[in-house]
DNA sequence: TTAATTCATAACCCCCTGGTTATAACAATC
DNA sequence: GATTGTTATAACCAGGGGGTTATGAATTAA
């Protein structure tokens, strides 16, 4: 069977050196060579990196003559919602907790 | 450098089968005969299963003679919503879907 | 007490994944 | 045009992960 959307958003996901690249892409877009330094791992290892998370739609790319710029996708994280509202009655007890990230948000 | 709660927990969702498992716990306590049965895979890769969701901090055990009972716990995905908290930021465009989401739990 | 059931662990295997280096395509600069 | 810089891909490799069967410990049933 194949992979669902489930499946390749929380892979992407479960590696930390992707979930890294993915939160520094959450704060400002980035070329592939800024990635790289600082990121500890080749710029092959990055590019394939960033191909999963474009793969899961985290992740959008902007070529822009020899480099290209990379920056996250606020609706790649869609389907998680989507997943904890299968499973509404195992929140119950974290509600208050999502209740103040909703009031963060708010303002 | 040790696995943060983040990796641990993205890790243990990010496989489908661990997932169905989580899922059926998130419904009714089973014992690991009956998630077993269904599963399509043996008993001892079942276990195997298990014993990484309760790492996780998924799944709450309750040996009981020679059956051992399992179901979710609620406070396991407490570092989902955290974690979501980090990258607010991303979120603007997926807010009134998360509005839902709140307003279907209160009721 | 003997047999059957349930579960976890050990030992093993294969494949997938995350890393590497090498290289090619393309763009910019000299 | 030649060179340098950026990125993606190919080829490869080591390790980890998910599966299996075998087995033992503990409990229940006969």
Redo the contacts with the bound molecule.
Sequence with gaps: MEPSAFDTLF?AL??P??RALFERLARSEL???AL?DGAG?????V??????LKGAGLVL?R???????YRADPKGLAPLLDWMRLHETLWAGSFDRLDDLLKRMDQ
Excluded: F, Y
Aim: aromatic residues 0%; without cysteine.
């Design positions: 892979r479960g590696d050196t992707r070329t592939v060579r790289t791992i080749s710029q092959p290892a590019s394939k990196h960033l191909a999963i790319d070529p822009q003559g020899r480099e290209t710029h």
